[in-house]
Each structure stands twice: as structure tokens, then as C-alpha cells.
């Protein structure tokens, strides 16, 4: 038997913020200090893709949501968007697989991982918080959120926007808070020091 004592626990952070906060440009700040990163949103995509969601999509609002087994997404953002009733169901439906997805890679971290680190934008929205040791929320000033918003397309903003806790409602909520106001230098900068309090979270010091 080894005399080792065993590792604590790897620390596990949920990061969430408005959109066009910058949350993809903090996980990918957070890999590259080397912590073990998920996006649920890519989760989601790659769920998306599934043979069987796909399916399940297809016997709900017809083949066209799926033409060749490929399922539209803007064709469904169509449709859930415009009926609250037909998004709760496509939430019951992909909110327990990504959960599934999340458990599936806290399990997986190694004992000696820095941070696990996973991107949920609607983390307090859904009651994900509980499932994590600290949670950060980045935040941007309103203007530069709109003109980021604006590149990646207002109308997009506006759908997403409705279904969402204003951005001082999240940073209230959240353990810490990273502002995104300036360059990614300055986010990496920031998140870096922030680090040790996260990693403290667990124990791991």
C-alpha cells in the first residue's frame, strides 16, 4: 500500500456571464493556463449531431428539422423561440444529456488537474450552480457588449437575451467576477489571478 496521501479533490468552476461577455474568450484564457475546459455550448452542438437526438427532433416537429439526419439549427431556434412551451421541451430533452456530458467530465479529470473549468451560459438560469465548487462570471460594459453582439448578429442577441438573468444578476450571484473591458491580455491577466482563490475552493491551495 502506498504511503502517498491522496490527492484533493481537482477544484470545478462554472463559468458563466451575459452575452457577448466574453465567456469563450475567459475558457479559452483558463486552458491556456493550463485548466481542463468544457463548453456545454459545444456539448449541445455535438449532441445536436447525434443520431438520436436528431431523431427525437424529427418525430416532434417533422423531418425538415432534420433533412438527411442533419439536424437545422436555425430551424429549431425558430421554432423554440417563438414557443415557450416547444423550449421547455427541447430543454427537458438536452438539459439532462449535457448534465450527463458535464458529470461524465468531472469524472474524468485527472487527480492532479490544476482546475476543471466548464462554460454554462445559463448556469443560474437552470440551478447548475450547486454542481460546482465556485462559479465566475465575466462582465463587459454595455456598449462593447452591443458592439460585439452586433458582429455576431443582433437578432441573435435579442432571442437569447429574453431567456436570461440580467448581467448584474449573475455577477451578484456568482462567487467572483472577471471584467472583460479590455484587451485578452488584460482577461488572461486577470483570470490568472485569480487562480489561486479557485483552486483554494477545494482545498488544492
Known amino acids: 500500500m502506498s504511503g502517498r496521501a491522496a490527492l484533493p479533490p481537482v477544484p470545478f468552476v462554472g463559468l ?4 457577448a461577455s466574453g465567456k469563450s474568450a475567459a475558457l479559452d484564457a483558463f486552458a491556456r ?15 445536436l449531431a447525434t ?15 432534420a433533412p438527411g439526419g442533419v439536424v437545422d439549427r436555425d430551424r429549431v431556434g425558430a421554432i423554440v423561440f417563438q414557443r415557450p412551451d416547444e423550449l421547455r421541451w427541447l430543454e427537458s430533452l438536452m438539459h439532462p444529456l449535457v448534465g450527463q456530458r458535464v458529470a461524465e467530465f468531472r469524472a474524468s479529470l485527472p487527480a492532479e488537474a490544476m482546475l476543471g473549468v466548464v ?15 465556485a462559479t465566475v462570471c465575466v462582465v463587459a460594459n454595455d456598449e462593447l457588449r452591443a458592439r460585439r453582439a452586433g ?5 441573435r442577441l435579442a432571442e437569447r437575451a429574453t431567456k436570461q438573468l440580467s448581467q448584474e444578476e449573475k ?3 456568482a462567487t467572483h467576477v472577471v471584467r472583460n473591458d479590455g484587451t485578452p491580455a488584460d482577461l488572461e491577466e486577470a483570470i490568472a489571478a ?3 482563490k479557485l483552486r483554494a475552493a477545494a482545498g488544492s491551495g
Open 16 to 19: 458563466t456571464g451575459a452575452v
Open 33 to 47: 493556463l493550463g485548466a481542463a475546459t468544457l463548453s456545454t455550448d459545444e456539448t449541445t452542438h455535438e449532441l
Open 51 to 65: 443520431e438520436g437526438v436528431a431523431s427525437r427532433l424529427a418525430e416532434r416537429w417533422g423531418a425538415e428539422v
Open 119 to 133: 462554460e454554462v451560459p445559463l448556469l443560474f438560469e437552470t440551478g447548475m450552480e450547486a454542481a460546482f465548487d
Open 151 to 155: 458582429e455576431r448578429g443582433i437578432a
Open 171 to 173: 455577477a451578484d450571484r
Open 194 to 196: 485569480l487562480v489561486p
